[in-house]
């Protein structure tokens, strides 16, 4: 079918999907390196279907992982040249989905997990350019639920896909439907599957803050209100005083400057409260996905002035602040909660990055460390460090990506920081997109040249699979 008779079906929005068979099929952008090792016997699995892992919270309960790297790292099994964006793959059934900026063009891509082969394409053309002169790609990862893909582009367009081959089930304009302003970044929330809601931080126009979508055919089933707009913080589910809650921590872009944590009641959309919580100025957003603490507390931050806060909800949702850190501010990284502690990376800016930890029940920091070192790059030894890196807890360990591509396993504990040990795939600039891990292999995604190799933007998949 010709592009023309396409747009003439189609309209503006055209699409392209490609390669549909039941098969995946090599293509031009794949680099093959070698298979991975056969999983230990014993190993636990899982898959990673959405942005922080299978249970929101970057922790995976993947076991027998690869904690010793290689000198020159972990072996790549293979890898695929990618386009512009921020966003991590989304990986279930042996299924990875990959949404990126390849030519002008937002595009869906569904890999073989283990060989990169390529089952399907969906593409549509899309009209934006940073305002900050930063990637003009999407932000937000996919979500894979029930045999079905979802993303949210940059640009507010939300799709459905069929996972098996890539058809189109339904699509929703939200900026359009909705009146969402832009935002700093364009809009970079990833959705949340929940029973049969697929729960957007959308911010729209008319107080229409949160929308509920049906997710087998895309129509609104509720629209939580409030004055709060889109942020790039996604949402979760809280199981507050034994009822489900979801949580957005809301505020981007607004003069005054507004947002805060939204508790919502999933069944009605009602909001049962609205804790207050950004920077003071303008040119701040929200970004750090909330985490649940205990049965009736969720963990915010921020990192321009306000910092971390504990907030305790009442068997009413009412909410209110146990504690706050002003030096436990997450920028865009989600910290981790693991035995009554919280370890996360502060700081707004690279050279005052640290990671942390700091007492969940009380807020007091127990240590922080810049975890820095020195690298030779050119002849000259330079210093280097985890930066604004993000952690995921899998195998007893923290498996740390730094912002320049350093991969990390670290031993955290309440006493410190300890490195298990430490590689360098690649040494490129804005490696935000969180790892994503799924039966012992790990995905990284190189979002900017590669200083060593000089290697374009690409997604690479690793063999951490232990002996």
């Known amino acids: 079918m010709s592009r023309q008779l396409v747009a003439a079906i189609f309209g503006t929005g055209l699409i392209a999907c490609v390669a549909r068979g039941a098969d995946p099929a090599p293509f031009d952008r794949l680099t093959f390196h070698a298979a991975p090792k056969p999983l230990a016997e014993g190993a636990a699995t899982s898959d990673w279907p959405r942005f922080l892992g299978p249970t929101d919270n970057a922790r995976s309960p993947e076991t027998k992982l690869l904690k010793a790297f290689p000198p020159g790292g972990p ?32 595009t869906v891509e569904c890999l ?13 053309p899309v009209q934006y350019e940073d305002r900050f002169n930063y990637s003009a790609g999407p932000r937000n990862s996919p979500v894979i639920s029930d045999g079905r893909v979802y993303t949210f582009g940059v640009t507010g367009v939300l799709h459905c896909l069929d996972l ?5 089930v339904w699509k929703r304009d939200v900026r359009v439907d909705y009146g969402v302003p832009e935002s700093f970044f364009g809009l970079g929330s990833s959705p949340l599957a929940y ?18 979508f049906d997710r087998t055919d895309g129509k609104e089933v509720w629209c939580a209100e409030s004055e709060w707009g889109n942020s790039y913080a996604s949402p979760i589910v809280a199981r507050l005083h034994g009822a489900d809650r979801i949580m957005v921590f809301a505020g981007a872009e607004s ?15 009602h909001v049962d409260s609205a804790f207050p919580w950004r920077a003071k100025i303008v040119y701040s957003v929200n970004a750090s996905t909330p985490v649940a603490v205990g049965e009736d507390a969720v963990f915010i931050s921020e990192s321009y002035t306000q910092g971390g806060t504990l907030v305790r909800f009442s068997p009413k ?3 209110g602040p146990i504690w706050t850190n002003k030096k436990f501010g997450m920028h865009f990284i989600t910290p981790v909660l693991r035995d009554g502690h919280l370890y996360g990376i502060d700081g707004q800016h690279q050279g005052e990055a640290r990671l942390a930890c700091v007492d969940a029940a009380t807020g007091g920091e127990r240590w922080h460390d ?14 280097i460090g985890v930066c604004r890196g993000n952690l995921i807890l899998a195998d007893g360990a923290f498996l740390c990506l730094g912002e320049f591509g350093s991969l990390l396993w670290l031993d955290l504990s309440p006493s410190g920081c300890r490195v298990i040990s430490r590689a360098q795939p690649f040494l490129a600039a804005q ?27 690409r997604l690479i998949c690793y063999d951490v699979r232990g002996p």
């Not at 283990?114 to 549509?124: K, L, N, Q």
């Not at 003069?255 to 959309?269: E, F, K, R, S």
């Open 431 to 457: 490696s935000w997109a969180p790892p994503a891990i799924s039966r012992g292999l790990l995905y990284l995604a190189q979002n900017s040249r590669d200083v060593l190799s000089g290697a374009e933007p």
């Open 370 to 383: 810049p975890l820095n070192w020195e690298i030779e790059l050119g002849g000259e030894r330079k210093r």
């Open 255 to 269: 003069d005054p400057p507004t947002g805060g944590l939204l508790c919502i009641d999933p069944g009605t959309g």
């Open 112 to 124: 073989d997990a283990e060989t990169g082969r390529r089952f399907w394409r969906f593409a549509y």
């Open 317 to 319: 949702f009412e909410p």
């Open 75 to 106: 072996t790549r099994v293979w890898e695929v040249a990618k386009g512009e964006g921020y966003a991590s793959p989304a990986i279930a059934a042996a299924r990875l989905v990959l949404f990126h900026r390849l030519d002008g063009q937002e």
């Open 195 to 212: 029973g049969k809601l697929l729960v957007l931080n959308a911010g729209g126009s008319q107080r229409r803050s949160v929308i509920a």
């Open 164 to 168: 098996g081959n890539g058809s189109l």
